[in-house]
């Protein structure tokens, strides 16, 4: 069996303090009215409940469930809706909450599934964005961090489901 080695790339500490900003620039960014925040299961759930936190403006949390990765590091380039929303969201602003953009193949698939739909805007907020892996263009509003082209877990990110319960992002060396 191989040994894995987590080495802290983005502290929990950092990652709050980010949070904050993003929170008080959504609140300044968008009109009167509920912002619906659609967190991307599972990797968005400890992004999604910080992020909330964070704006002041009414919202609506919704989750939705994507598969795409299966258990491996690297997209299958398959996206399929694993679990719809159980919510109407024309006329509504959205914002999809994600863990982390890579190849935006995901990302890219969810904005033209949602517009469908008819909301009044939407934007998407991502805690991580790995520019270096992008194969599909994908307008991300909201940035946490930038990051280099690591495989990262923690704060909700997972290796074939383990660490999402870390505090902290985390580099995973594989020796
Ligand atoms: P994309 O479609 O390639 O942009 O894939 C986005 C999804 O891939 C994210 O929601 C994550 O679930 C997963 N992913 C991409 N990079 C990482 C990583 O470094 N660690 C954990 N999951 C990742
Ligand atoms: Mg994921």
């Known amino acids: 069996m191989s040994q894995n080695n987590l080495r802290v790339l983005i502290s929990s500490e950092q990652i709050q303090a980010r ?5 008080a620039q959504i609140d300044k960014d968008y009109p009167e009215g509920p912002i619906y925040l659609i967190g991307i299961l599972k990797g968005a759930y400890v992004f999604l409940a910080d992020l909330s936190r964070a704006i002041k403006r009414s919202t609506r949390i919704e989750f939705m ?54 909301p009044r805007s939407i934007r998407i907020a991502a805690l991580l964005d790995k520019p270096e892996r992008r194969l599909r263009p994908v307008e991300v509003a909201y940035v946490g961090f930038q990051i280099p ?3 990262v877990v923690g704060y909700g990110l997972d290796y074939a489901d383990d660490y999402r319960n870390l505090p902290d992002v985390c580099i995973l060396e594989q020796s």
């Open 19 to 23: 949070i904050v900003e993003l929170g």
């Open 65 to 118: 469930a994507i598969s795409s990765y299966g258990r491996g590091k690297t997209s299958s380039g398959e996206v399929k809706v694993v679990k719809d929303l159980d919510t109407v969201i024309e006329g509504a602003d959205v914002v999809i909450v994600e863990d982390i953009v890579d190849s935006g193949v995901t990302l890219t698939y969810l904005t033209q599934l949602l517009q469908q739909r008819r």
């Open 149 to 151: 082209d690591e495989f």
